[in-house]
T-cell receptor, first 114, second 114 residues
């Protein structure tokens, strides 16, 4: 059973506010990921991390930023939220190598920017 | 480069009928292939994965998928649908490696009629 947590689960916020979406995992995984998912659409990778102090941008351009100061924690921040940021954000982590490696997902955060 | 195509954004079956969800992939390296399920307002849960061992992969909840290299397919099946199978299903491909980024299909929403 995967132990990966995201808070808040739902967030409604006004334009221009700064927000941080939290993601934590207790599995000791080195790799962590953030995906963005619009309704009825596929997931797009927006950020990933190989380990502490390592962050990379994903395939989909995003105005959000991430940090990885601790292995278990991978928060995502939007400095100034806009309606175009309305989406679902899914965090994942993975451990192991090659065929043993599997990504486990958190429950997601649904963000609505008014 | 890798990609995934899921044929049919919506599939409807009767309870007790066969479930068949189609996935075709493109990969320049031997792929790892995954099926995830997403229930409403939840994150993604791994159903099964193919990592170059047996071509017929059995997963949770009675689902299985067969890797067919000649057809570049990885279709998901279940002999008898249950009401609880209603969800969205995502096929994904990874080339492995250091990043192990997942490329997702657009998803198939499965409806199960009583």
């Amino acid at each position: 059973e995967a132990d990966i947590y995201q808070t808040p689960r739902y967030l409604v916020i006004g334009t221009g506010k700064k927000i941080t979406l939290e993601c934590s995992q207790t599995m000791g995984h080195d790799k962590m990921y953030w995906y963005q998912q619009d309704p009825g659409m596929e997931l797009h990778l927006i950020h990933y991390s190989y380990g502490v102090n390592s962050t990379e941008k994903g395939d989909l351009s995003s105005e959000s930023t991430v940090s990885r100061i601790r292995t278990e924690h991978f928060p995502l921040t939007l400095e100034s939220a806009r309606p175009s940021h309305t989406s679902q954000y899914l965090c994942a982590s993975s451990g192991g190598q090659g065929p043993q490696e599997t990504q486990y997902f958190g429950p997601g955060t649904r963000l609505l920017v008014l | 480069a890798q990609s995934v195509t899921q044929l049919g954004s919506h599939v409807s079956v009767s309870e007790g009928a066969l479930v068949l969800l189609r996935c075709n992939y493109s990969s320049s390296v031997p792929p790892y292939l995954f099926w995830y399920v997403q229930y409403p307002n939840q994150g993604l849960q791994l159903l099964l994965k193919y990592t170059s061992a047996a071509t017929l992969v059995k997963g949770i909840n009675g689902f299985e998928a067969e890797f067919k290299k000649s057809e570049t397919s990885f279709h998901l099946t279940k002999p008898s649908a249950h009401m609880s199978d209603a969800a969205e299903y995502f096929c994904a491909v990874s080339g492995g490696g250091a990043t192990n980024k997942l490329i997702f299909g657009t998803g198939t929403l499965l409806a199960v009629q009583p």
